[in-house]
C-alpha cells in the first residue's frame, strides 16, 4: 500500500531544504572563483575547462552510485539520505577551506575535484528528500524552496571576496599567490556549507520505507558491488521517455553554464574592463566585480523562485512552458553581455541569467519526479545528474573552445554569446516533452 504523505508546512519544507544554502556556497565559490585561482597560479584561458575537468567525471560515476546506495540505507535514527548528507559535508569543507592555498595548478585542480566529487554526494540526496517527504501536490512547492535557498547561497557567496576587500583584507598578492580576500571567502563558505548541513540533519526526520520487510529481502538478495552497478545500467538502459527528453533540455543548459563558470572572469575582466594581468589591482578588483554580476543572478533567482514558490503553492503551473521562457530569457541575458558598453549593464544581463538559473534547479526535478518510481527515486535523481555532467565533460574536453571560435570567433568574450545560443536550444528543446504528468502538477 502506498504510503500517505502529509503536506508539511513552508518552514518544514526550508529546514528539510536548508542545507543547499552551503552546497550552494561551495558551488557559488567555485563556479565564481576558481577560474580566477588557476589564472593566477598560471593558467591560460584556453586551458580552464580542461582544468575543471576532474570534478564532472567523478560525478559522472559517484552521483548515481550514491543515488543507488541511499535507496538502500535506511537506519531508525539517522535514516536514509542524512549519513550521506553528513559525509559529503566533512568532505567538501576539508576542500573548500584549502582550495585558495594552493601553490600549483594541479593542487587547485585536484582540490576542485574533491570538492565537487562531495558537494554531489550531499546534493543529489538532498533532491530526493523532497519526492521522499513530499507528496505529489508539493513537489514542484518543494524544489522551488531549494531554488529560493539556492538564491540566496549564490547571492551572498559570489559576493564575499568583495565584502572581505570592502572589510579590508587585501585584494592583490605576488604573482602565483591567491589574495586574502578569496582566502578569507572560501573559508566562511567552508563554515557555512558544513553548519547549514548540519542544521537540515537535525531538524529534519525521514520517513521509513514503505514495507520495511520487503525492503530488508530486497537489501539482502542484492548485496555487493556488481548487483548494484547492474540495477544502476539497468535502469539507465530503461529510463523514462521523460527523463530522456528532459536530457537533452539539460545538456544544453548545463553547457551553458559550464561555460560561463569557466570563462565569465577572464571574459569579462578582459572585455569589459581591459584587465589582463592576474597580479595587478585592476584585475583583481574586476574579478571582485565579476563575482558581484555573477551574484546578481544568484538574488535574482531568489526572488523569481520565491514568486514560483507563492504561485506552485496556491495554482498548477504548466512545468514545460515556465521552463521554456525561463531559459529563453537567461539565453537572451548571455548574449547581450557582448554589448555592453558600461560595467553597470552587467547587472541587468545577470538578472535574466538568474531567470534562466531558478527554473533550472526547480523545474526539470519536479518534472521528474512524478515519472519515475519513488523507491527508486535517488538512483533515478543520480542517473538524471549523469545529464548535468555529460555536457560539462563535453565543453571540458574541447568543446566550449571548438564551439566559440568556430561559430563567432577567437574573443574570449564570445564564450558568453554561445552560452546564451545554448540556453536558447535548451529552451526550445522544452516542445519535445509532451506527459502531462511531467508538464502538469
Not at 525492503?215 to 529510463?239: A, D, W, Y
Request: net charge neutral; glycine share 8%.
Amino acid at each position: 500500500m502506498t504510503q500517505e504523505k502529509k503536506k508539511l508546512s513552508f518552514w518544514q519544507i526550508w529546514n528539510m531544504s536548508f542545507g543547499f544554502l552551503g552546497i550552494q556556497f561551495g558551488f557559488a565559490l567555485q563556479g565564481g572563483f576558481m577560474s580566477r585561482i588557476f589564472q593566477t597560479l598560471g593558467a591560460e584561458k584556453d586551458a580552464i575547462p580542461f582544468l575543471w575537468i576532474a570534478a564532472p567525471l567523478t560525478g559522472l560515476l559517484v552521483q548515481p552510485i550514491v543515488g543507488y546506495l541511499s535507496d538502500r540505507t535506511w537506519h531508525p535514527r539517522f535514516g536514509r539520505r542524512k549519513p550521506f548528507f553528513f559525509f559529503g559535508a566533512v568532505m567538501s569543507t576539508i576542500a573548500l577551506f584549502f582550495a585558495p592555498y594552493s601553490s600549483a595548478l594541479w593542487m587547485a585542480a585536484g582540490a576542485l575535484w574533491i570538492l565537487d566529487a562531495s558537494i554531489n554526494v550531499s546534493m543529489e540526496p538532498f533532491r530526493a528528500l523532497v519526492a521522499d517527504k513530499l507528496p505529489e501536490s508539493q513537489r514542484s512547492f518543494g524544489f522551488v524552496v531549494q531554488t529560493l535557498i539556492i538564491g540566496i547561497g549564490t547571492w551572498v557567496a559570489s559576493n564575499l571576496p568583495w565584502l572581505m576587500t570592502e572589510l579590508g583584507a587585501s585584494n592583490t598578492a605576488a604573482p602565483g599567490v591567491v589574495p586574502d580576500s578569496v582566502k578569507y571567502a572560501f573559508g566562511i563558505g567552508a563554515f557555512v556549507l558544513f553548519t547549514s548541513i548540519l542544521y537540515t540533519i537535525l531538524k529534519t526526520e525521514e520517513y521509513p520505507p514503505e514495507d520495511l520487510d520487503a525492503f530488508e529481502r530486497e537489501k539482502e538478495s542484492k548485496k555487493g558491488f556488481f548487483p548494484g552497478l547492474k540495477q544502476v545500467f539497468q535502469l539507465i538502459v530503461t529510463m523514462p521517455t521523460v527523463m530522456k527528453q528532459l536530457g537533452l533540455v539539460q545538456f544544453f543548459s548545463w553547457f551553458a553554464f559550464f561555460t560561463m563558470w569557466s570563462f565569465a572572469t577572464p571574459a569579462i575582466t578582459e572585455h569589459v574592463f581591459g584587465a589582463t594581468d592576474t597580479s595587478s589591482a585592476a584585475y583583481n578588483t574586476a574579478a571582485d566585480r565579476v563575482g558581484n554580476y555573477l551574484g546578481t543572478y544568484g538574488l535574482v533567482s531568489m526572488f523569481f523562485a520565491l514568486i514560483l514558490s507563492l504561485i506552485a503553492s496556491k495554482i498548477k503551473i504548466n512545468r514545460k512552458l515556465l521552463h521554456l521562457f525561463s531559459l529563453l530569457a537567461g539565453g537572451l541575458g548571455f548574449i547581450l553581455i557582448y554589448y555592453v558598453s558600461e560595467p553597470w549593464m552587467l547587472h541587468s544581463c545577470f538578472a535574466l541569467v538568474g531567470i534562466a538559473w531558478a527554473s533550472i534547479l526547480s523545474m526539470p526535478y519536479a518534472m521528474l519526479s512524478g515519472s519515475v518510481e519513488p523507491q527508486k527515486m535517488g538512483t533515478y535523481m543520480g542517473i538524471f545528474n549523469m545529464f548535468i555532467v555529460i555536457p560539462q565533460i563535453v565543453a571540458a574536453l574541447g568543446g566550449v573552445n571548438f564551439l566559440y571560435k568556430l561559430l563567432f570567433g577567437e574573443e574570449v568574450i564570445y564564450t558568453m554569446t554561445l552560452a546564451g545560443t545554448l540556453l536558447i536550444l535548451a529552451g526550445l528543446s522544452n516542445l519535445l516533452i509532451t506527459d502531462k504528468r511531467a508538464t502538469h502538477d
